[in-house]
């Protein structure tokens, strides 16, 4: 159980989301295109996106590949659903599984087989969501 006392150090904020991968400047071009961002390589064949929002993911090269469900996962909220579904699919992910909570979220993977979801307009969705 989380101690809830125990005061946030001081300046403590999400500032990257990491994703460990093959081919990290391949899939940094996905991302970037699917986000409206930017690459940005470094010398070691690593790459970052910065997107339009502030959001910064780092891609970063491992040996091992991808083997399981990821534990962690990006939600992305969009005001197309549809179109950022197939803008999505046409970028190079695939559909993980069908459409869930009554429509409300469509997981797909990216290119390495990772998974996100898109989630539909918070008007369209259910008060949970």
């Not at 071009?29 to 070691?44: I, K, M, Q, R």
């Not at 534990?71 to 659903?81: G, I, P, S």
């Not at 695939?94 to 459409?99: F, Q």
Request: aromatic letters at 6%; charged letters at 25%; hydrophobic letters at 40%.
């Amino acid at each position: 159980m989380t101690d809830h006392t125990i005061p946030v150090p001081a300046g403590l904020h999400l500032s990257v989301v990491a994703v460990d991968c093959a081919e990290p400047l391949a899939l940094a071009g996905f991302w970037a295109a699917l986000l409206g961002g930017t690459v940005e390589p470094d010398a070691s064949g690593d790459a970052t996106v910065h997107g339009p929002e502030g959001t910064t993911i780092d891609f970063g090269r491992v040996p091992e590949g991808k083997t399981v469900k990821n534990r962690v996962h990006l939600d992305l909220r969009c005001t197309e659903f549809d179109d950022a579904v197939d803008i999505a699919l046409r970028l190079g992910a695939t559909l993980a599984d069908d459409i869930y909570a009554g429509g409300s979220w469509q997981v797909l993977r990216d290119p390495e087989g990772n998974e996100f979801c898109i989630l539909r307009p918070r008007a369209e969705n259910s008060p949970e969501s």
